[in-house]
C-alpha cells in the first residue's frame, strides 16, 4: 500500500505540475469546454477540433468540463488556476482506471492464491505509461486495460464480463476494431453458440446504449460504421512519425512522407496496400490460432507488434498495446520468464522513444536527426522479428515436446 500511494501521489503531481503542450491544449480541454455547450452532442459539426473518438473518452471529458466550468464560476478562479486544474483534471480517468486495474490485478492473484507482484510493479513503473498517462494526456492505457480484461475474463469462462470489456475497448478507441476478429473466433473454438447468445446479447446491448443517443441527435443510425471505418482517412501519409518498417525507407518528417493514394506498384495505391498487409497479418495469426495452435496471448502479442510495425497510418504510440498482451503472458505464466521481462523492457524503451519524438518535435522544437530515427526504426523493425522467430521456434518446441510425449504414452500403452 505504501507503494502504491507513493506511485498514485507521483503520477498525480506529475500530472499536474507537467503541462502537456500537446493533446490536452490542442484537443482534451476544447472537447472537455465544448461538449458542455453542445448539450453533450459529441459528433456535433460545430465542435472543433472535431471529435474522432467512440463515444466513452469524450463524453468523460464533457463532463470534467462540466465540473471545472461550475468549480470557476462557484470560486471565481483566476485563469491561470482555471489552465493548472484543466491540465491535471483531464488525465486523471486514465490515472484512476490504471490503478483500479492495479488493485484488479492484485485480487486475482489472491483469488488464485499467486503473486503477481512483478507484474504490478511492472504495470505501474512503466516509463512508457507514465509518459503517456501523467505526462502527455493521453488514453491509449484504455485500451491497454479493456483489452487485458476482455481476453482474460474470456480465457477464465467469464465469458458477459470478457463480451462487456471488449465493448468498452470498442466504446472507448478505435484501433480496438482490430483485435475484434480473433476475440470472436476464440470466443467460438472455445466455447458452444449457446453459451454465447447471451454474452453476444449483453455485448450488443452495451453497444446500442451508449451509441444509440448520439445515432438519433445526428439522425444516422450508422454513425458508429462511419466513425470506426473512416476515422484513419485524416491521417493522410503513409506514417506519423512512428519507429517501423515506414521510417526505415522515409526517416524525415512526416511532410516527405507520400500520401496514402499515391502509387506504389502497379498502380496499387499505399491505402490499398496498408488494406493489403492488414488482412495477411490477421490470415497468419488466424493460421496461429487454428492450424499451429499458437497460445492465444502469443498470437495476440505478435499481431500487435506486426500491425504497429509493418502496417501505415500508425501513430507513434500505437505499439503501447502489445503491453496488454505481454501482461497476459505473465498473467497464465507459472513463473516470470526472464527472455521475457527483457521483451518488455525493450518494448517499453521503443514506446517511450516514439513518444518522445514526436513530444519534443512538437511541443519543444527539438526533432531527432535523420540517423538516429533510422537507427530506432531499425531496431524496432529487428526486436519484432526476434521476438516473432523467439515465440515461433518456443511454440514449436513445446509442440514437439507434446507431440513426443504423446507417443511414449501411447506406446506404454
Not at 137 to 146: C, E, L, N, R
Not at 256 to 285: C, Q, W
Not at 313 to 324: F, G, K, N, P
Amino acid at each position: 500500500m505504501i507503494i502504491f500511494s507513493a506511485a498514485f501521489i507521483a503520477y498525480l503531481l506529475a500530472a499536474f505540475f507537467i503541462r502537456s503542450k500537446m493533446d490536452v491544449t490542442r484537443f482534451d480541454i476544447p472537447w472537455s469546454m465544448q461538449i458542455v455547450k453542445h448539450s453533450f452532442n459529441l459528433y456535433n459539426n460545430r465542435i472543433s477540433p472535431r471529435v474522432n473518438y467512440p463515444p466513452i473518452i469524450p463524453l468523460v471529458l464533457g463532463l470534467q468540463g462540466s465540473l471545472l466550468q461550475r468549480l470557476s464560476n462557484s470560486f471565481q478562479l483566476s485563469s491561470q488556476l482555471f489552465k493548472f486544474l484543466c491540465n491535471g483534471f483531464v488525465k486523471i480517468p486514465a490515472i484512476v482506471s490504471s490503478f483500479a486495474f492495479v488493485f484488479y490485478l492484485e485480487n486475482q492473484g489472491k483469488q488464485a492464491k499467486r503473486k503477481h507482484w512483478i507484474l504490478l510493479l511492472l504495470f505501474l513503473s512503466s516509463p512508457a505509461l507514465i509518459m503517456n498517462i501523467a505526462v502527455w494526456g493521453q488514453f491509449d492505457v484504455i485500451m491497454v486495460i479493456t483489452l487485458f480484461l476482455a481476453f482474460y475474463n474470456s480465457q477464465t469462462d467469464r465469458l458477459h464480463l470478457a463480451a462487456f470489456w471488449m465493448t468498452v475497448a470498442l466504446l472507448s478507441k478505435i484501433q480496438a476494431i482490430y483485435f475484434l476478429p480473433i476475440f470472436v473466433l476464440f470466443l467460438f473454438r472455445r466455447y458452444k453458440i449457446s453459451e454465447l447468445i447471451r454474452p453476444f446479447l449483453t455485448a450488443s446491448v452495451t453497444f446500442l446504449t451508449v451509441w444509440l443517443p448520439f445515432m438519433i441527435a445526428n439522425h444516422n443510425l450508422f454513425l458508429p460504421i462511419k466513425l470506426y471505418f473512416s476515422a484513419a482517412a485524416r491521417y493522410s501519409t503513409i506514417n506519423d512519425h512512428a519507429f517501423n518498417l515506414w521510417s526505415i525507407f522515409y526517416p524525415y518528417s512526416v511532410k516527405l512522407v507520400p500520401s496514402l493514394n499515391d502509387s506504389f506498384l502497379f498502380g496499387i495505391s499505399f491505402r490499398a496496400l496498408n488494406i493489403m498487409f492488414l488482412l495477411v497479418i490477421l490470415t497468419i495469426i488466424i493460421l496461429a490460432i487454428c492450424k499451429w495452435h499458437m497460445p492465444i496471448n502469443q498470437a495476440l502479442f505478435l499481431y500487435s507488434l506486426w500491425i504497429f510495425t509493418f502496417t501505415m497510418q500508425q501513430h507513434e504510440r500505437y505499439e503501447i498495446t502489445s503491453l496488454a498482451f505481454i501482461f497476459l503472458i505473465f498473467m497464465f505464466q507459472d513463473r516470470t520468464k526472464f527472455v521475457d521481462l527483457v521483451i518488455f523492457e525493450a518494448l517499453n524503451v521503443l514506446i517511450l522513444l516514439n513518444q518522445l519524438n514526436v513530444y519534443l518535435v512538437r511541443s519543444l522544437s527539438i526533432g531527432f536527426s535523420e540517423p538516429l530515427v533510422l537507427f530506432l526504426s531499425l531496431f524496432s523493425v529487428a526486436l519484432t522479428v526476434y521476438i516473432s522467430v523467439y515465440l515461433i521456434l518456443q511454440n514449436r518446441s513445446a509442440h514437439i515436446d507434446h507431440h513426443h510425449k504423446s507417443k511414449e504414452y501411447l506406446s506404454e500403452i
